[in-house]
């Protein structure tokens, strides 16, 4: 079971006490955008195996949206932080390194 820590009100939560948002970190494209660009934004999303960036809202807890850095083939859980980031935070990247020599963040 996925377990999650929502870091606004600091509580570890089971995926049942959450609701997934899909991917994290996505560019809105609207008014002034092609209409491939923002098909792309509406449908294209990444499934990637390995480590990935999702958002997750405490649905049964404070309800506030957050966002988590894990693994999607083993459920290795790096950190999570608040949505409004606008891409995962230094000791997030850090962690997931030190558990993943070699990874980059874009693969």
């Not at 809105?28 to 195996?49: I, L, Q, T, V």
């Amino acid at each position: 079971m996925l377990i999650l820590t929502c870091p606004h009100c600091g509580i570890r939560a089971e995926e049942t006490e959450l609701a997934p948002g899909g991917e994290a970190h996505l560019k809105r494209r609207g008014p002034g955008h092609s209409d491939a660009a923002f098909e792309d934004y509406m449908f294209a999303r990444k499934n990637p195996r390995g480590v990935h960036f999702e958002r997750w809202r405490h649905a049964h807890g404070c309800g506030k949206w957050f966002l988590a850095a894990r693994c999607t083939a083993t459920l290795e859980v790096f950190g999570t932080y608040p949505a409004r980031t606008s891409g995962p935070p230094p000791d997030i990247l850090a962690a997931i390194r030190a558990r993943r020599p070699g990874w980059e963040a874009g693969e």
